[in-house]
Nanobody, 120 residues
């Protein structure tokens, strides 16, 4: 099982980016997925989550600017980031709780991270 995050880059303040996270491998069930971020010198923090039925949750600092979504048929999650601010600069990690076809217990998996830099 692998989570592949992509879409990061350098953008000016006020700009937009769209992150993607694709889950691949022998997956039986894909449950809640989420985006986390870690800025230099800071702890990793939750940005947004989405359940398999589409219920979403956001950290207050991104509400109204970021939109999380997923395509269950493609086992892919997205994060549309608009009105980006310099304080959004961080490495963004995707997370998924899933069950492998060979197992019965759900575990958390992490992607490798994609760097987002917002210049002022």
């Amino acid at each position: 099982v692998q989570l592949q995050a992509s879409g990061g880059g350098l953008v000016q303040a006020g700009g937009s980016l769209r992150l993607s996270c694709a889950a691949s491998g022998s997956i039986s069930s894909l449950y809640t997925m989420g985006w986390y971020r870690q800025a230099p010198g800071k702890q990793r923090e939750l940005v947004a989550t989405i359940t398999s039925s589409g219920r979403t949750n956001y950290v207050n600092s991104v509400k109204g600017r970021f939109t999380i979504s997923r395509d269950n048929a493609k086992s892919t999650m997205y994060l549309q980031m608009n009105s980006l601010k310099p304080e959004d600069t961080a490495v963004y990690y995707c997370n998924a709780r899933l069950v492998e076809r060979t197992g019965i217990i759900a575990y958390d998996y992490w992607g490798q991270g994609t760097k987002v830099t917002v210049s002022s």
